[in-house]
């Protein structure tokens, strides 16, 4: 007799998990007509692996999880954890072989406590449902994904999301107090706990925060909220360049005030939007300042700007403000118009924003291809976003070799390949240069002290 | 011939590490002398371990880390890495054969820039003098430990300590960027960046914040510096009972304000300060509120606490601030003179501060120990301080028993063990309990993954 192929091997394996599946789990949980496979292969990358994968399972409950993991630990079965499939990193993509964990229906607000100012949830919870459920109690949840209305606490929290608001609230590891998760192996842990300071072993919290479904799969969060704030006050100011822009943002921090969001908008942007917003300007710098100092600080910050832009307008009025900050919010769906976006997401130390869109500018020119440019002035991160004929069937490489000069920019100024969206697939080639080899080897070591067996999300982040 | 017995072998071993480490470090950087080796053998919380320690390694750069600890590597001899030694969970004991690793004289603010608000320091830095030397920018280092004055970056990294403004900025772990840090074997290793933002890879620079030693040696941290804020206001206020300082605690949280420190002190400690202050209430809470907004914020506050006072005090001028904080800085000298204090360290949330508090008291008259309590408020981190009789050889089978009610306490409430202090050796034997078997097992493979000799600080934390 002789040793059956890898491929005949495997796929035995995948009968048997099925065949576990469909007894141990309730009969909506597990799905594998092909139409409902390929809706989950992918997510909003675009990006695609290989093949099909075997099945999904639509989980309701951490038990769910736990049975599912269970089985495809005990064949080594690789499993791709997802939520609602709105990644720009394609970390959610699953090929031949694989079994996705659709996490999206474990969508319940478990607890809300207005006293401790937190929530209990489950990972399927739509960000800005999160976020309108504090606000009933007069509270927020403060990590604003330009995705919240479509993405999901888990996958914010896989990714560590940013969003516009980060800039005085933190990104959303400040906002994750506690975790429940599923090791690869079916073994619940809970990490973290229900109050703000606590020292007692190594921070797994954190540690699974942006590990992008690698090392556990995610089944309740508890989560910080905070208050709204008393007060928001809104500019808007047009400059003749994004270098003066840039500058407006530098003399805001350095005169010591944390705006709550601070968003650069580019000239082509700005023309893609409409072609009247680019005669204002070269450039738009949205500032919010927010707290019991909003208009104090509003009026600094208006100061600051006056000299250097071509029109300052400053309001406090929650529709006037929304009017200010929806030529920020149009960006992306106005690029959608021209193209496919493929949006990148470098930081930079904030001192080198200039410099960052100077070089990205250059990189376009370079290699004919263009590149639209938006940030989040007050953190340094940067969102170049190379737009591509959709009709291509692969991305040309002038783009490819653009998107590789802007990572390298993005460490050769001290920063980061990706402040908010996470690495995925499409940045992996990169990530070993980021990290330097020991660093690297040593994300291995403990990707293997939680998944031995290397079947959570594979191939993904590391 | 017959093996050599363990304590041959390691006293052998122990000879062979002295002579490395004096053929290949600089001769002021080791230190054989009993007295030195003593000095350095304990930390503030007065724990010891058996024995004598081999030696102390003097380090005064990255280098002389890589040195010593390749060796002790190679030999596997354990070394304790240690500050300045102020830690109150015994984090820094070394006793009988271990190699005591002192970073105090790695001292160096290397960079500040006040453009990025960011320094690279040494692990060595005492955190008021960062503090400083951020001021002369406008800017400071928010987190705020009681020790800032004595201890150091490295200590406080290694606990993630807390302090008073961590009510509103944060822990340590808040204000990392980046690391340098020197694995078991020797080999330097880099977290993190130069960004506020950042996803790339797994999130190793909180994971070595708080881990006590046991991961790594921190060499250089890359640390966050907030503006100085425009506006600071104060206010010190009486009450009738423990409780009432709490419940009007929980009303500033519920208005939405978030103060800058909410420190709170109940009746033993204000009469052990003064037994004049006893007379003016039952506790005492001193509020800080910063920002543009902060006068606006302390009005707020005034009114909130003043049907629930027996008396309020507000100012915003910086000296009579300091004077009304000087009851919560004057409390643990103050204990100081009645004893030796036991610093306990539990965090609730906050909403149960009223009921921590009462629940102690019932453990103080139960096992006839007085318990005298401070607490950050807005955190529900509390001090339940046990003063025992500083003649006793070893400590009173009474107060023990009341800190593990203690600590029962704090699990129960949905709190833990230590907000800010650390576990060190002090609260290990309670570590499993608040962790649960298998997050507890799951640290310990990651401890192997960093360090699969274990010989860095060992039998703490974990």
């Not at 031949?96 to 996490?103: A, K, Y």
Request: proline residues 6%; glycine residues 10%.
């Amino acid at each position: 007799m002789t040793a059956p192929t890898t491929t005949a091997l495997e796929s035995t394996k995948a009968a048997e998990l099925l065949g576990l599946l469909a007894r141990d789990l309730a009969p909506d949980r597990l799905a594998t007509d092909p139409r409902t496979v390929a809706a989950h292969a992918t997510d909003r990358s675009g990006a695609r692996s290989d093949g099909s994968p075997l099945a999904v399972v639509h989980a309701r409950r951490t038990e769910d999880v736990t049975v599912t993991l269970r089985h495809a630990h005990g064949l080594g079965v690789p499993v791709v954890p997802r939520g609602a499939g709105t990644g720009l990193s394609g970390g959610a993509t699953a090929g031949e072989g694989v079994l996705v964990l659709d996490l999206s229906g474990m969508n319940r607000v478990l607890e809300l406590s207005a006293d401790d100012q937190l929530a209990v949830v489950e990972p399927g919870v739509i960000t800005a449902e999160l976020d309108r459920a504090a606000g009933a109690h007069g509270l927020r949840y403060a990590p604003d994904p330009a995705s919240a209305a479509i993405s999901t606490i888990g996958g914010n929290i896989a990714t560590n999301a940013g969003g516009l608001r980060c800039a005085k609230y933190g990104v959303t590891r400040d906002s994750v107090l506690g975790l429940e998760a599923v090791l690869a192996d079916g073994t619940v842990i809970r990490t973290g706990r229900r109050t703000v300071k606590g020292v007692t072993g190594y921070d797994l919290t954190a540690l699974l925060t942006g590990s992008e479904g690698t090392l556990a799969v995610i089944t309740s969060a508890t989560l910080r909220l905070r208050p709204v704030p008393m007060a928001t006050a809104t500019l808007a100011a047009y400059f003749p360049s994004f270098e003066a822009a840039a500058e407006a943002s530098y003399a805001i921090g350095r005169a010591g005030i944390e705006p709550a969001l601070a968003e650069l908008v580019d000239g082509p942007v700005l023309h893609a939007i409409d072609p009247e917003l680019r005669e204002r300007g070269a450039a738009l710098l949205v500032v919010q300042c927010d707290g019991a100092g909003a208009s104090v600080e509003a009026e600094v910050v208006a100061r600051l700007l006056t000299p250097l832009a071509t029109t300052v307008e400053v309001t406090d009025d929650p529709a006037e403000a929304e009017s200010l900050l929806a030529a920020r919010r149009l960006a992306l769906p106005a690029l959608e118009r021209l193209g496919r976006p493929l949006i990148e997401d470098i930081a930079v130390p904030r001192s080198r924003l200039a410099e960052a869109a100077r070089s990205i500018r250059a990189i376009s020119e370079r290699h004919g291809v263009p590149i639209f440019t938006i940030a989040h002035a007050a953190d340094g991160n940067l969102h170049p976003i190379i737009v591509v004929d959709p009709a291509l069937e692969r991305l040309p490489d002038a783009a490819w070799e653009a998107a590789g000069e802007i990572f390298a920019l993005a460490l050769r100024l001290g920063g980061t390949l990706t402040g908010e969206h996470g690495v995925g697939v499409l940045k992996r080639q990169w990530v070993a240069e980021e990290l330097g080899p020991s660093a690297h080897a040593l994300q291995r070591r403990l990707k293997e002290a939680f998944d031995p067996l290397g079947i959570l999300n594979p191939g993904k982040s590391l």
